[in-house]
């Protein structure tokens, strides 16, 4: 059974940083390409295809995108060797809030449509305050 276990998050002021790790289990993270996902606050409920694609990495790491938002605030890394999976976050701000994802699928190539990615991390909660 594959699962994808993540950790981190927290509470910042703007300006702040916070890391999340995504651990995988029952999948190694080196057969396929990994990614981060956002959803709004108080959107638990909505559909995995509305998430917004905050990075994605491939197995390799050579191929590396961001979401728009970012604008080089977040760094996404992988150690294959540990099948963990991280994103740092620096320069956060408000509209940064929301519950972030971990996911993953086997192959070579990414995207951020949340729609064609297949194993799901539990959801880690962010909060920036003013």
């Known amino acids: 059974q594959v699962r994808l276990m993540q950790s981190g998050g927290g509470t910042v002021q703007a300006g702040g940083s916070l890391q999340l790790s995504c651990e995988a289990s029952?999948?190694?993270?080196?057969?396929?390409?990994m990614a981060w996902f956002r959803q709004g606050p108080g959107k638990h409920d909505a559909p995995v295809a509305g998430?917004?694609?905050?990075?994605?990495?491939?197995?390799?790491?050579?191929?590396?995108a961001y979401g728009d938002f970012v604008q080089g605030r977040f760094t996404i890394t992988r150690d294959n060797a540990k099948n963990i999976v991280t994103l740092q976050m620096n320069n956060l701000q408000p509209e940064d809030t929301g519950d972030y994802y971990c996911a993953g699928r086997v192959g070579r190539r990414i995207d951020l449509d949340a729609g064609r990615w297949t194993y799901w991390g539990q959801g880690s909660q962010v909060t920036v305050s003013p």
């Open positions: 029952g999948y190694l993270i080196g057969d396929g390409s």
């Open positions: 998430r917004e694609g905050v990075a994605a990495i491939s197995r390799d790491s050579k191929s590396i």
